[in-house]
C-alpha cells in the first residue's frame, strides 16, 4: 500500500476495461504517467469534468502494491485550462502538442523545463490575445531544443553549405540547401527565410516579448508543419532504436 501526491497536467485520457478510465498526465518529475480513474467513465458526477485535458492538477494516488498502476483516490484543479478546447482554433493546435508530450517525456524521465513551458503557454493562451499558432509554435521550437532534435539552419544536411535562401526538409535526410534539391518529392516541405527567421525568434525570446512579434499566418503554420517533422523523424528513429535493441537483447 503506497500514497503520494502528484501535481500535473492532463494530457489525455482513454477508456479501459469495466468502467475506468486511463489518465495521462504531465508531471515534473516523473514525465508522463498513466494513472488509472475508477469508474470515470460512468461517474460524471465524482469527476464533474475535472479529468478533462488540459486541465493542471493536484492529485493524490494510491496504488496496493509496489509494481501496481497508481489509481487516483483525490484530485482538486490547480488550474482549469480545459476551457480553452471550446474554441476551434485552440482545440486543433493542442491535441496534437499534447499528444507530442506525451511521446516525448516517457514516463519515469523527469520533462524539466518543458512542464513548466506547457504550463506557461497554457496560460497566456487564456489570459491574453496571442494567437494559439503562436504560442505553439514557440513551445515546438523550445521543446525540441530541450529534447536535442532541433532543425540545423547554419548548414545544408548534404553539402555543408552554409548560405542559403531557401531550404527543404526532406524525411529521414534533413535539411537541404537550395543547390542540393535534386528533384521534388511529394513528402517534401519548402521554407524560405521568414520561416528561419520566426524559428531563430522563437529560440531566443522570452514569454513576454513573444507577445510582442508578428509573423503572417503562413509562416507560422509552415514552421509548426516543419516542427512536427522534426519531432516525428527523430521519434521513429529512437522508437526504431528500442526494436533494435530489444531484439538484441
Ligand atoms: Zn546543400
Given at each position: 500500500m503506497g500514497y503520494r501526491e502528484i501535481e500535473g497536467i492532463v494530457l489525455g485520457r482513454r477508456e479501459s476495461f469495466d468502467t475506468d478510465q486511463e489518465i495521462y498526465l504531465l508531471t515534473r518529475r516523473e514525465g508522463s504517467m498513466q494513472v488509472r480513474a475508477p469508474h470515470a467513465q460512468a461517474s460524471q458526477k465524482t469527476y464533474c469534468g475535472r479529468l478533462e485535458p488540459p486541465n493542471l492538477l493536484q492529485t493524490r494516488l494510491y496504488r496496493s502494491r509496489r509494481n501496481s498502476r497508481w489509481t487516483l483516490s483525490q484530485l482538486e484543479i490547480?488550474?482549469?485550462?480545459?476551457?480553452?478546447?471550446?474554441?476551434p482554433e485552440c482545440r486543433r493546435h493542442l491535441w496534437p502538442l499534447l499528444s507530442l508530450h506525451r511521446d516525448i517525456f516517457p514516463e519515469g524521465e523527469a520533462s524539466g523545463p518543458g512542464y513548466r513551458r506547457l504550463i506557461e503557454g497554457l496560460k497566456i493562451m487564456q489570459n491574453s490575445s496571442v494567437g494559439p499558432l503562436l504560442i505553439v509554435d514557440r513551445i515546438l521550437v523550445q521543446t525540441a531544443r530541450q529534447a536535442g532534435v532541433?532543425?540545423?539552419?547554419?548548414?545544408?544536411?548534404?553539402?555543408?553549405?552554409?548560405?542559403?535562401?531557401l531550404w527543404r526538409l526532406r524525411p529521414g535526410r534533413g535539411l537541404l540547401c537550395e543547390r542540393c534539391f535534386d528533384g521534388a518529392s511529394a513528402s517534401d516541405i519548402q521554407f524560405g527565410d521568414a520561416v528561419r527567421a520566426a524559428y531563430e525568434s522563437f529560440s531566443s525570446l522570452a514569454w513576454e516579448e513573444v507577445k510582442n512579434i508578428r509573423f503572417n499566418r503562413k509562416t507560422l503554420v509552415n514552421l509548426e508543419s516543419l516542427m512536427y517533422r522534426f519531432f516525428h523523424y527523430h521519434l521513429d528513429i529512437s522508437l526504431d532504436a528500442y526494436r533494435v535493441s530489444k531484439s538484441l537483447a
Open positions: 490547480v488550474t482549469p485550462f480545459a476551457s480553452l478546447m471550446e474554441h532541433e532543425p540545423d539552419f547554419s548548414r545544408c544536411f548534404f553539402c555543408d553549405s552554409q548560405r542559403s535562401r
